[in-house]
C-alpha cells in the first residue's frame, strides 16, 4: 500500500482517445507536495501502524503557527497549507523531504479521491434526501415539495433519531472510488482523471490507489497466484515506494492512457 498525495481541483475538461471518445476529465494539480513525516505508532493489541505525513501548497512563514514551524523545520521543508497523512505498509515509507510528482500515479489505474464536498445550505428533503415529494397534480394544497409524515402515533410520540429531514447540505469529507486516471503531466504535475470529484475548484483534495480496485484486488490476486491480474490491465508497473521528482525527468513530460476498446472507424471482420 503506497502513500497518496494531495492536489488542487483546478477544473473540469474534456479528453478524446485515440479512438474518437469524448472523456470529460477532471484535472488535479500537484503543489509542491512534499513527505514531511514517517509514523510508526504500536497499537494496544501489539499491531503497528504506519503512515507517511504528507504536505502541499507554500505558505508564508509569518502566517504559520511557531509549532508548525518547528515541525516543518525539523522536515527541512517549506511551511505548508496543509498536512496530511496517508496509512501504508511498512515497506512504503518514503525519505522526509521527498517531492512527490505526478508520476506517482500511471494512466489506466483506478485512483480515490477525498474532499469536502460543496456546502448548498439548508435545503428541504428533496433535495437533499432525493424524496419524490407529494403530488404535483390534485389534492395537495401548497405541499408539493413537503416531506410527507414524520414519524408514528401516540406511541412512540417522538421522532426516531437519524429521520430523513431538511437540513443542512454538502460541507462534508466525501470520497468519490474507482476513478481512472487518463494523462499525466509530468512538467505541470496534472492528473487528468475520468470522472467528477469532489469539492469546488482550488480546493485541496487527497488522491490515493484505489482501495477496491486496485488494492484489496491486487491482494486477493496474489493470494491466489494470478499474477497477471495483480495490476489493472494496462498498468505494468507501479512506482514503489511513491513517484518522486526525480523519477520524472527520466520519463516523458506527457504520458496518456491507450484506449481500452476497438476503433469504430475500422471495419469488423
Not at 474534456?14 to 479512438?19: E, P
Not at 496517508?86 to 485512483?111: I, K, N, R
Not at 480496485?213 to 508497473?237: I, M
Amino acid at each position: 500500500m503506497r502513500t497518496g498525495v494531495i492536489a488542487r481541483k483546478r477544473g473540469m475538461t474534456a479528453m478524446w482517445d485515440d479512438q474518437g471518445a469524448r472523456h470529460p476529465v477532471t484535472v488535479l494539480q500537484l503543489d509542491n507536495c512534499q513527505v514531511t513525516a514517517n509514523i510508526k505508532t504500536v497499537r494496544k493489541d501489539k499491531s503497528e501502524y504506519h503512515a507517511v505525513q504528507v504536505a502541499a501548497t507554500d505558505k508564508r512563514a509569518k502566517n504559520t503557527t511557531a509549532q508548525m514551524l518547528g515541525h516543518f523545520e525539523k522536515a527541512g521543508v517549506a511551511p505548508k497549507q496543509i498536512v496530511k497523512e496517508f496509512p501504508v505498509t511498512p515497506d512504503a515509507h518514503v525519505p522526509v523531504g521527498t517531492v512527490l510528482s505526478a508520476v506517482h500515479f500511471v494512466p489506466g489505474q483506478y485512483v480515490d479521491v477525498i474532499a469536502k464536498s460543496i456546502g448548498k445550505g439548508f435545503q428541504g428533503g428533496m433535495k437533499r434526501w432525493n424524496f419524490k415529494g407529494l403530488r404535483a397534480s390534485h389534492g395537495v394544497s401548497i405541499s408539493h415539495r413537503s416531506s410527507g409524515a414524520m414519524g408514528a402515533h401516540q406511541d412512540p410520540g417522538r421522532i426516531w433519531p437519524g429521520k430523513k429531514m431538511p437540513g443542512r447540505l454538502g460541507g462534508e469529507r466525501i470520497t468519490t472510488q474507482n476513478l481512472k486516471v487518463i494523462r499525466v503531466d509530468s512538467t505541470l504535475n496534472l492528473v487528468f482523471v475520468r470522472g467528477c470529484v469532489p469539492g469546488v475548484d482550488d480546493a485541496h483534495v487527497m488522491v490515493q490507489d484505489a482501495k477496491k480496485t486496485l488494492v484489496f484486488a491486487a491482494k486477493h490476486n496474489h493470494a491466489k497466484a494470478l499474477y497477471e491480474k495483480v495490476l489493472p490491465k494496462g498498468v505494468d508497473d507501479l512506482p514503489f515506494p511513491a513517484g518522486t521528482a526525480e523519477l520524472a525527468k527520466d520519463l516523458p513530460p506527457v504520458i496518456e492512457a491507450p484506449a481500452m476498446r476497438t476503433s469504430p472507424f475500422i471495419p469488423r471482420e
